[in-house]
């Protein structure tokens, strides 16, 4: 891979959009139809880690919120006499930790529908190892 064809690939990557990638291709000297042909290729690359990225987040939020669930449960469970609720700071600090933790799965659920229903309109970071798992 060219200097020129590395830096438009980062350049998608990043979520720059194609016609400035195209624009920035053709300033190297890049001809039109070849330019058009590399942006398009790494466009479909982008889309294809949006979509791995969307089943990644679907899968992580699944689990967390499935685990938070049934940990609030099992604590409410034991924790919740009939005669009203009784608890110690520490299971309120663990339930609020729990809902936090499922609340957060909810929102990453949110993003891996998203990432999977429309990643082409997607112009999120995916450079930064972090920003594409999470």
């Known amino acids: 891979m060219n200097d020129h064809e590395s830096e438009a690939s980062n350049m998608i990557t990043w979520g720059t959009a194609p016609e400035l990638v195209v624009q920035s291709l053709l300033e190297q000297g890049v001809n039109i139809n070849q330019a058009e042909k590399l942006v398009a290729r790494f466009q ?18 699944g689990v967390v919120g499935v685990l938070s669930a049934v940990f609030i449960g099992l604590i409410m469970g034991r924790h919740w006499p009939v005669g009203g609720f009784h608890s110690s700071r520490g299971v309120g600090i663990l339930l609020g930790f729990l809902a936090g933790g499922f609340f957060w799965s909810l929102w990453k659920m949110m993003d891996g529908r998203r990432d999977l229903m429309r990643p082409e309109t997607v112009r999120d970071n995916l450079g930064s190892k972090y920003s594409s798992f999470f």
Do not use: A
């Not at 969307?54 to 939020?61: E, I, K």
């Open 44 to 61: 479909e690359e982008r889309v294809l880690m949006i979509v791995k990225r969307g089943y990644r987040r679907l899968f992580l939020g």
